[in-house]
C-alpha cells in the first residue's frame, strides 16, 4: 500500500486515506491514528473522521507531531476539526487536548503535503453522554429520577401485578434519546426499570445488516437487594434473562434451544456496540456492551434475574490478565455449539481459572458474588446460582 501511495504522490495527486485509518466511529469512545502511524504518514494525503455517537464529544492527541505552521497558519499539513460549521486547525506538535466539541456530529481532516512527512498523530476521544435519562449506579448506591416509567413499575409491583406475556412492538420510530433506566430500592427489593431502548447509537455497522430494530419494551423485575447464592447452578432459557444500565436487555450465550452459540451463529448482526435485536425488536446483548463498558473496565452494567450484579471484564488481582472463564475448547469442532466446550471443574477447584459454570465470580470487597462477562466463550451468562428469580414484568397487559 506505501508503495502505491508514494507513486500517487509522485504523480501530484491528492490520496485518499484506507478505511483502516479513516472512518466513522459511532462507538461512545475509541482512538483514531493518522495513516502508517507510528511510522511517518504519506505524503499528499487527504484523511476523513467523522464522529457520529449521538453526543458531544472530548478530543485529546497526546502524540501530535505535523509540520509547523508557515506564516502563523497551518498551511503544510493540518488536522482540522469541523465542530458545528466551526472549523479548528491543528499542526506542529499542538494538538487537541480536552477539545470539547459543541455538536454530536463532529468531522475531522488530516492533510499532509508533497514534501516533508512526519509521524503523525494517535488520538482518543470519548462522549460526554447525557445522563439525565440514564441512572447513574452502584451495587451500594443508588440514585433514581423521578420518573412516570418509574412510578408506573412500582405500583405493579406493591399490587402484586407482573405481566409476563409476550408481545411484539416492532414499527416503532424511536432513537437512544428515548432510552430509560432507573432502579429504587423498597425494603429488601431492588426495583429495575428499562424501557429496552439501549442509551448509545444502536443496530449499526453490522458485518451483516439486522432486518430488525430496536422498538420500547417498558418492563420491570423486582429482584432481592442482598442475593443469596446458593449450590445449585441453573440454566438459562430463551429471551431476556437481565436488564442491562443502557436500557436494554441480556440474553444468554445461546441463539438456539438446541444448543448453537449466539456469537459465533449471530455474531455478523451485532452492531458496533456488540448488541442487535430478535424478531420482537428486543434489542439485547450475547457479550459484553462495548458502548457502555471497555474490556478490563470491571464497570456495573446491569442486575440479572436473580439479582445479582453484572460486571464488565474485570481482571484480576495481579492487573495483567482478565478473570478467566473455566470453559475449555474440547477439540470436537469449530465453537458453534455448546457441545464443543466442556466446564473444567478440576481448573476451577484448583484456581487455575476463575469464574463458576455461571460466569459467576465471587469478589475480595463487599461487592461479593457477582457475574462477569468474558472475552471468549461463554461471553455471557449461561445460567445462575442465585436462590430467587424474578420475573421480567411488563408494564402493560398484552
Not at 467523522?50 to 458531544?56: I, K, L, N, S, V
Not at 447525557?130 to 405500583?155: F, H, K, N, W
Amino acid at each position: 500500500m506505501a508503495s502505491i501511495m508514494l507513486i500517487a504522490a509522485s504523480l501530484g495527486a491528492w490520496v485518499s486515506c484506507a478505511a483502516a485509518y479513516c472512518d466513522t466511529y459511532t462507538a461512545l469512545s475509541g482512538e483514531f491514528q493518522s495513516p502508517n502511524y507510528p511510522s511517518k504518514y504519506w505524503n499528499s494525503m487527504r484523511c476523513n473522521y467523522t464522529f457520529d455517537t449521538g453526543y458531544p464529544i472530548i478530543i485529546n492527541c497526546p502524540e501530535f507531531v505535523l509540520q509547523s505552521r508557515k506564516g502563523g497558519l497551518c498551511k503544510r499539513d493540518y488536522f482540522t476539526i469541523n465542530d458545528a460549521g466551526t472549523l479548528t486547525a491543528f499542526c506542529g506538535t499542538t494538538g487537541p487536548s480536552n477539545y470539547v466539541s459543541t455538536g454530536s456530529l463532529v468531522t475531522a481532516e488530516f492533510k499532509s503535503n508533497k514534501k516533508i512527512r512526519k509521524y503523525g498523530f494517535n488520538c482518543t476521544y470519548e462522549s460526554i453522554v447525557d445522563t439525565t435519562t440514564v441512572e447513574t449506579t452502584t451495587p451500594q448506591e443508588t440514585t433514581t429520577q423521578a420518573s412516570a416509567l418509574l412510578t408506573t413499575a412500582t405500583g405493579l409491583y406493591n399490587s402484586n401485578t407482573c405481566y409476563t406475556s409476550q408481545r411484539s412492538t416492532c414499527g416503532c420510530s424511536v432513537t437512544y434519546d428515548d432510552s430509560e433506566f432507573y432502579t429504587t430500592v423498597l425494603g429488601d427489593v431492588r426495583i429495575v426499570v428499562a424501557n429496552g431502548i439501549p442509551g448509545h447509537v444502536y443496530e449499526v455497522g453490522q458485518e451483516n445488516a439486522n432486518p430488525n430494530n430496536a422498538c420500547p419494551h417498558e418492563v420491570y423485575m423486582a429482584v432481592p437487594v442482598n442475593p443469596v447464592k446458593g449450590n445449585t447452578y441453573v440454566a438459562y432459557g430463551m429471551g431476556p434473562v437481565g436488564i442491562a444500565t443502557s436500557g436494554a436487555f441480556f440474553y444468554n450465550h445461546l441463539s438456539t434451544p438446541s444448543g448453537d452459540t449466539a456469537v459465533i451463529s449471530e455474531g455478523e448482526s451485532f452492531d458496533t456496540c456488540s448488541g442487535h435485536s430478535d424478531m420482537f425488536c428486543r434489542y439485547h446483548y450475547h457479550m459484553r456492551p462495548s458502548c457502555i463498558a471497555e474490556a478490563g473496565s470491571c464497570t456495573l452494567v446491569g442486575y440479572m434475574r436473580d439479582g445479582f450484579s453484572v460486571y464488565s471484564s474485570c481482571l484480576r488481582d495481579s492487573g495483567s490478565d482478565y478473570l478467566r472463564s473455566c470453559y475449555q475448547d474440547n477439540g470436537t469442532g469449530d465453537g458453534s455449539h455448546t457441545s464443543h466446550y466442556t466446564f473444567n471443574q478440576t481448573a476451577y477447584d484448583n484456581g487455575d481459572c476463575d469464574l463458576d459454570m455461571a460466569n459467576g465470580y465471587t469478589f475480595s470487597d463487599d461487592r461479593g458474588y457477582a457475574y462477569i462477562f468474558t472475552e471468549d466463550y461463554p461471553f455471557i451468562m449461561t445460567g445462575y446460582y442465585g436462590t430467587e428469580l424474578a420475573d421480567i414484568c411488563y408494564l402493560e397487559d398484552a
